[in-house]
Each structure stands twice: as C-alpha cells, then as structure tokens.
T-cell receptor, first 113, second 114 residues
C-alpha cells in the first residue's frame, strides 16, 4: 500500500544548528514533492516544491533534496531560529490530470534558544 | 486577497445533529479541497472539486458526509448525523492551475461532537 512516513517524534535542536527532517515514501511515483509548515491552530502554509527531475531546491535558509531512487526527501533549515519551531509536512503529488496531494503526518520541530 | 475563508472557526454540537462547514476559496482559483486533520490520522483529503465539479470523493468516510460547490466562490461540507468520531479540524484549501501548484489553506474549523 502507499505510505508516506515522517518521523513522528519531535525533533529538538539548538538555535543556530541545521535541522534536517526526513520524508520517506513507498509505492508512489511522485511527480512533485512539497513541504508545508503548520503552526498550532492554523492551516498548513506552502514552503517549497521540488519536481521529480530535480535533485535539490533552495529558498533562503531552506533546502530540499529529492532522491527518487531512495524514495526520500530531506528538508533542511540552516541557522535555525526559535521562530522556525512548527510542524513540517511533506506532501506528494503523482503525475496525472488532477491536483490530488497526499500529506505525511508531519514532524514537529522545536528550536531551543 | 483575504485568503481562504472558513466558517465557523469552532463548532460544538451533540451527537446526531447536522453540522455544516463553509468555505470561500481564493478568487480565481479553480480547485477546492476539503481535508480533515486528527492526531491519529494526520491530514486526510476528503474530496476535491475542479471548476465546481467534484472530481474525487473517495476520501469521504461514509454517506453521512456530503459536499457541494454551487458556485466558484462557495463550498459546504455537511455531516448528518454527526458522531463523536467526527471530531477533528476540517480544512478547506484552494489552488489554481495545473499540477504542482501550491494549495492555500484556510484557518480550519475545529469540530467537537459530544
């Protein structure tokens, strides 16, 4: 069966360090992989999208890698700040005519001052 | 634009009652999604529309759930009759265009069924 796995345990990291979050998937052939941020009591907010033919994408302090052989995406936040504390969701979208996106359960990141 | 608007933000009801959740997507967006989020199951897609037409409702848990989109600026998700296991946060999201586009989420409706 199709599965998206993110570390369900919270990730605690010291301010200034690089946070790395993992998204693994099975039985998917995603055309796109997205990362979203969700703060308590709010809806998810889009951060980055990477396509299946891209290895890496960067945006300011954020970096996403996509390895379709390993079926894995890594999400990095460099020089982490307490304001980066949130839950981060990965989402897969397969090729096809429509926009159906499947989300992982998310990893909670806590950046400690 | 004000973003995706959802109402009510909080709903407390008793088992057996009808619940109606409302969503106004971002103007110009042609896709609308309804999701449910719980601690146990995460964010689940219930149904989505393209140009007001339901495309995939395979995530709707059972016949007690129904969704409509009478026009491009309004959608409803109805639960009748509601049950305690329906307690969750329900999100509406919208997007524009072809594959790979960003979904914009509303603030959600927190539903508690007693």
């Amino acid at each position: 069966s199709q599965k998206i796995e993110q570390n369900s345990e919270a990730l605690n990291i010291q301010e200034g360090k690089t946070a790395t979050l993992t998204c693994n998937y099975t039985n998917y052939s995603p055309a796109y992989l997205q990362w979203y941020r969700q703060d308590p009591g709010r809806g998810p907010v889009f951060l980055l999208l990477i396509r299946e033919n891209e290895k890496e994408k960067r945006k300011e302090r954020l970096k996403v890698t996509f390895d379709t052989t390993l079926k894995q995406s890594l999400f990095h936040i460099t020089a982490s700040q307490p304001a980066d504390s949130a839950t981060y969701l990965c989402a897969l979208q397969t090729s096809g005519g429509y926009q159906k996106v499947t989300f992982g359960t998310g990893t909670k990141l806590q950046v400690i001052p | 634009d004000a973003g995706v608007i959802q109402s009510p933000r909080h709903e407390v009801t008793e088992m057996g009652q009808e619940v109606t959740l409302r969503c106004k997507p971002i103007s110009g967006h042609d896709y609308l999604f309804w999701y449910r989020q719980t601690m146990m199951r995460g964010l689940e897609l219930l149904i989505y529309f393209n140009n007001n037409v339901p495309i995939d409702d395979s995530g709707m848990p059972e016949d007690r759930f129904s969704a409509k989109m009478p026009n491009a600026s309004f959608s409803t998700l109805k639960i009748q009759p509601s049950e305690p296991r329906d307690s969750a946060v329900y999100f509406c999201a919208s997007s524009f265009g072809s594959r790979g586009e960003t979904q914009y989420f509303g603030p959600g409706t927190r539903l508690l069924v007693l």
